[in-house]
């Protein structure tokens, strides 16, 4: 009996060291992903701070003014800002500008973006509860920012501009962390020359790039391990120095030191916090990255192993300084004791890699999110884990930055200069960062104002302090974010612009039901036997690509879906309510609508079987639908329903794995309604594809007998079934998107110039979908917009 009472204990205290080890496991992998970028900041923090005219005050008290700002400001914004308040602010589970904005979009209709329609409605329980909410809100705010669409196209232009930084820090981080750390071979290489260090870090940067499409899974295991072996030297190499130089540093940690040194400094003071920002870059990559971790994982880390150690090392350093200020200009490596100079040299030319990587790897997941929001032009996504859904590969991005890279290394060549940037960048998105967190703090967590200008005012004005010196450095480098920016952003918000005028031109001219019914059942064409995927960007009505295909060819398949392909403001939708289906017309038209929904960090996966998992939600809506049940979903048109298509239960259809000798009569009976032409052809594709990639895995669709099955239920599944054994083909509008005659002039420039351009050159919505081309048929229209 005893047992038994302990035994409930035993498994809470069992429970608890689980959860403990995988909160421990996850925050030593967040130390070699996240923080790879902030832990190599020591290297070039005090050099950068120092330049300038602040380099005239070398003495103990400008050294220890600077240790005192720089303890301060990492608590406070790191620390403070981050980990305690913004942190708290996920979109579900997802973290970085884009999921604060698609936060504001669902409690407040924020977005240009033509993603917030009825259809989303019926996603989860959390998505639900985004739309509840914003009914609840009666902010005076809220509304204003509603009625006015320029606001709300501001508020959409900072959140790219945001997005475009942090690009520009894809670009940055790896060109100075590398340099710098390049750099300490002149410490002990006396001869070495500044074009010899340039060659050697060009070099590293190459193979930096050149690497990149292996992936960050398979080098992973070795990332937390280098940067935890980084961070207990630098932190014993710290607490050395602060012993052994001056351990009056710890005077410092008062803020009346930061008194001092703005007394001492006046301007030039001022000015160096340019310099000193440089200690906090690579913060907003706690919150970025938090969807490849937990909110837990990241705090644990950053308190108990981050911000001791870099206190540490920023300690010693400053130690070292106040006794040999005249070599600021190699403090870091100049601070390493001679015995372990190499061994410390060569981890960190390592921790820069790792911290580039990280960068590199966050800047793919932001162009990621662009171009799932409609926000980027079509690029090609390499997933290089089956199991983690956020590691990608951009090519094209990939080469873009390696070339930008290798441009500002060897532009500059100084280590200053690419400070004075990487200093914009990043203080620019954390004060992005703040103003959304104002806006989050009232509509998402529903606090008054007060407590959001109390936010706002205070990070608003420390951040501005920074950002407000960087913009001194604009001449000295400061420019090139700008520059990278700017270029980024025209790109996107041209796509951006292109796709929501031609999806407005979809809208205003799609086909009116009624004209479909006047049609009749047949539509007035001919019904060959097979399934014909219509896509569109519409949720609702016809298309008008539908009516130009049957005007100039009337023939249609037995079955039309029209598909749509969704990306909703939501960072992932569940596999069981990723399809919603409905019904166009009368039973006997056989015109179906399925939307299919993809968060902005989904993977869409070439394996899932797409057809048969279709074919399968169809069939279920069909059942749905003659049932009456009243356990799905409804819109509120009445005519859609969230179909599982992973749980058959509701189906007569079954979905069983067929053998080699099934596939071979399945293939013979299914093409029996086709040309010996078209037969051969399919095989050679057959072959073809099992040939390039590996083989699919084959599928047979069965329907069950049923005795209580209505006649006409069955007749319909059998007319599905049919049509699916026929073979399934992809009607896609080819479109050429052209500016009115009356058009302004700048209109005409970005739609017949720009994004006729981007369009020309960016990946076709065929091979971004994963059509097969062989059932590939591509519709010619023109789109006045």
């Given at each position: 009996?005893d047992?038994e009472?302990?035994?409930a204990p035993?498994?809470?205290?069992?429970?608890?060291r689980?959860?403990?080890?995988?909160?421990?496991?996850l925050a030593?992998?967040?130390l070699g992903?996240v923080y790879g970028?902030?832990s190599?900041?020591?290297?070039?923090?005090?050099?950068s701070s120092?330049?300038?005219r602040?380099?005239?005050?070398q003495d103990?008290q400008?050294?220890f003014g600077m240790f005192?700002?720089?303890?301060?400001?990492?608590?406070?914004?790191?620390?403070?800002?981050y980990?305690i308040?913004?942190?708290?602010?996920?979109?579900?589970?997802?973290?970085?500008?884009?999921a604060l904005?698609?936060?504001?979009?669902r409690?407040?209709?924020?977005?240009?973006?033509?993603n917030q329609?009825s259809a989303?409605?019926?996603?989860?329980?959390?998505y639900?509860?985004?739309?509840?909410?914003q009914n609840?809100?009666?902010s005076?705010?809220?509304r204003?920012l509603e009625?006015?669409?320029?606001l709300?196209?501001?508020?959409l232009?900072?959140?790219l501009?945001g997005?475009c930084?942090?690009?520009?820090?894809?670009?940055?981080?790896?060109a100075i962390?590398v340099l710098?750390s390049?750099s300490?071979?002149r410490?002990?290489?006396?001869g070495?020359?500044?074009?010899?260090?340039l060659?050697?870090?060009?070099?590293?940067l190459?193979?930096?790039?050149?690497?990149?499409h292996?992936?960050?899974?398979?080098?992973?295991f070795?990332?937390?391990?280098?940067?935890?072996?980084w961070?207990l030297?630098i932190?014993?190499?710290?607490?050395?120095n602060t012993?052994?130089?001056n351990p009056?540093?710890?005077?410092?940690?008062?803020?009346?030191?930061?008194?001092?040194?703005?007394?001492?400094?006046g301007k030039d003071?001022?000015i160096?916090?340019g310099?000193i920002?440089?200690?906090?870059?690579?913060?907003?990559?706690m919150?970025?990255?938090?969807g490849?971790?937990n909110?837990?994982?990241?705090?644990v880390?950053?308190?108990?192993?981050?911000?001791p150690?870099?206190i540490?090392?920023?300690?010693?350093?400053?130690?070292?300084?106040s006794?040999?200020?005249?070599?600021?200009?190699?403090?870091?490596?100049?601070?390493?004791p001679?015995?372990?100079?190499?061994?410390?040299?060569?981890?960190?030319?390592l921790a820069a890699?790792?911290?580039?990587?990280s960068?590199?790897?966050a800047?793919f997941?932001i162009?990621?999110?662009c171009?799932?929001?409609?926000?980027f032009?079509?690029v090609?996504?390499?997933?290089?884990?089956?199991?983690?859904?956020?590691q990608?590969?951009?090519?094209?991005i990939?080469?873009?930055?390696?070339v930008l890279?290798?441009?500002v290394?060897l532009?500059?060549?100084?280590?200053t200069l690419?400070?004075?940037?990487y200093g914009?960048a990043?203080?620019?998105?954390?004060?992005?960062?703040?103003?959304l967190m104002?806006l989050v703090?009232?509509?998402?967590?529903?606090?008054?104002?007060?407590?959001?200008?109390?936010?706002l005012v205070?990070f608003?004005?420390?951040e501005?302090a920074?950002?407000?010196?960087s913009?001194i450095k604009?001449?000295q480098g400061?420019?090139?974010?700008?520059?990278l920016s700017?270029?980024?952003?025209?790109?996107?918000?041209v796509?951006?612009y292109?796709?929501?005028s031609?999806?407005?031109f979809?809208?205003q001219?799609?086909?009116?039901m009624?004209w479909i019914?006047?049609?009749g059942p047949s539509?007035?064409i001919?019904r060959v036997?097979?399934?014909?995927?219509?896509?569109?960007?519409l949720?609702?009505?016809?298309?008008?690509?539908?009516s130009?295909?049957v005007?100039?060819?009337p023939?249609?398949h037995?079955?039309?879906?029209f598909?749509?392909?969704?990306s909703?403001?939501v960072?992932h939708?569940?596999?069981d309510?990723?399809f919603l289906?409905?019904r166009?017309?009368?039973?006997?038209?056989?015109m179906?609508?399925?939307?299919i929904?993809?968060?902005?960090k989904?993977v869409?996966k070439?394996?899932?079987?797409?057809?048969?998992q279709?074919?399968l939600?169809i069939?279920?809506f069909?059942?749905m639908e003659?049932?009456?049940?009243?356990?799905c979903?409804?819109?509120?048109e009445?005519?859609?329903?969230?179909?599982r298509?992973?749980?058959?239960?509701g189906?007569?259809?079954v979905?069983?794995?067929?053998?080699?000798?099934?596939?071979?009569?399945n293939?013979?009976?299914?093409?029996?309604s086709?040309?010996?032409?078209?037969q051969s052809?399919?095989?050679?594709?057959?072959?073809?594809?099992?040939?390039?990639?590996?083989?699919?895995?084959?599928?047979?669709?069965e329907?069950s007998?049923e005795?209580?099955m209505?006649s006409e239920?069955k007749e319909?599944?059998?007319?599905l079934?049919?049509?699916?054994?026929?073979?399934?083909a992809?009607?896609?509008?080819?479109?050429?998107?052209?500016a009115?005659k009356?058009?302004?002039f700048l209109k005409?420039v970005a739609?017949?110039?720009?994004?006729?351009?981007?369009r020309?050159?960016?990946?076709?919505?065929?091979v971004?979908?994963?059509i097969?081309h062989?059932?590939?048929?591509e519709?010619?229209?023109?789109?006045?917009?």
């Open positions: 009996m047992r009472i302990g035994s035993d498994e809470q205290r069992v429970s608890w689980s959860n403990c080890k995988h909160l421990l496991l030593y992998q967040s992903v970028d902030l190599t900041s020591p290297i070039y923090v005090y050099t120092f330049s300038g602040l380099s005239l005050y103990e400008t050294v005192s700002l720089i303890f301060w400001t990492f608590t406070i914004i790191p620390l403070l800002k980990v308040i913004v942190l708290g602010a996920d979109d579900n589970g997802e973290g970085g500008t884009f904005y698609s936060l504001l979009c409690h407040a209709k924020l977005s240009l973006l033509p329609q989303d409605e019926e996603l989860s329980t959390y639900r509860n985004g739309y509840i909410s609840t809100i009666h005076p705010l809220k204003f009625k006015h669409k320029r709300r196209t501001c508020l232009l900072i959140v501009f997005a930084m942090v690009i520009g820090d894809g670009v940055l981080t790896p962390s710098s390049i300490g071979l410490v002990r290489a006396k070495l020359l500044d074009g010899e260090v060659v050697i870090s060009c070099v590293v190459v193979g930096l790039f050149a690497l990149q292996k992936g960050t899974q398979r080098v992973a070795v990332f937390a391990p280098v940067v935890i072996i961070l030297c932190a014993a190499i710290g607490l050395y012993i052994y130089w009056r540093i710890f005077h410092a940690l008062s803020p009346h030191y930061i008194v001092k040194f703005f007394e001492h400094t003071g001022w160096s916090l310099g920002l440089l200690s906090i870059t690579g913060t907003e990559a919150f970025a990255d938090l490849h971790f909110e837990a994982s990241i705090r880390a950053f308190i108990s192993v981050i911000y150690c870099l540490l090392q920023y300690m010693g350093q400053a130690a070292f300084l006794k040999n200020i005249s070599d600021v200009s190699i403090s870091f490596f100049g601070s390493i001679e015995p372990v100079f190499w061994p410390v040299f060569v981890i960190s030319t890699i790792v911290a580039s990587q960068v590199i790897s800047t997941s162009v990621k999110q171009h799932s929001l409609g926000c032009p079509r090609k996504i390499v997933h290089t884990s089956r199991w983690v859904n956020g990608i590969y951009i090519p094209e990939n080469w873009i930055l390696m890279c290798l441009a290394t532009g500059f060549r100084d280590t690419i400070g004075n940037a914009i990043s203080m620019t998105v954390m004060f992005v960062t703040t103003w104002t703090v009232i509509f998402v967590w529903q606090k008054n104002v007060i407590s959001a200008l109390l936010f205070f608003g004005f420390i501005g920074f950002l407000s010196s913009l604009v001449p400061g420019w090139v974010p700008f520059v700017f270029v980024f952003m025209v790109i996107m918000y796509w951006h292109g796709t929501r031609k999806y407005l979809d809208l001219n799609k086909v009116s009624k019914l006047t049609l539509l007035g001919v036997p097979g399934i014909g995927l219509v896509y569109t960007e949720v609702t009505g016809v298309p008008a690509i539908f130009h295909f005007t100039n060819l023939a249609f037995q079955v039309l879906v598909v749509c392909v969704k909703v403001p960072p939708v569940a596999p309510e990723r289906v409905g166009i017309g009368p039973r006997a038209y056989r179906y609508r399925c939307i929904r993809y968060g902005y989904d869409q070439d394996e899932d079987n797409f057809e048969n279709l074919v939600s069939a279920k069909i059942q003659s049932s009456s049940s009243g356990s979903d409804t819109s509120p009445g005519r859609m329903a969230v179909t298509a992973n749980d058959t239960s189906t007569s259809l979905m069983r794995d067929a053998d080699e000798t099934e596939v071979n009569c293939s013979t009976f299914t093409r029996s086709k040309s010996e032409t078209l052809l399919q095989s050679i594709h057959e072959q073809e594809w099992t040939s390039v990639g590996s083989p699919r895995r084959r599928i047979r669709l329907l007998e005795e209580n209505e239920v319909e599944l059998m007319a079934l049919e049509a699916k054994q026929a073979g399934v992809y009607i896609m509008g080819h479109s050429y998107v052209k009115r009356t058009s302004p005409k739609i017949d110039v720009a994004y006729s351009f981007l020309k050159n960016c990946r076709g919505p065929a971004a979908l994963n097969p062989i059932s590939l048929i519709v010619g229209m023109i789109y006045y917009v």
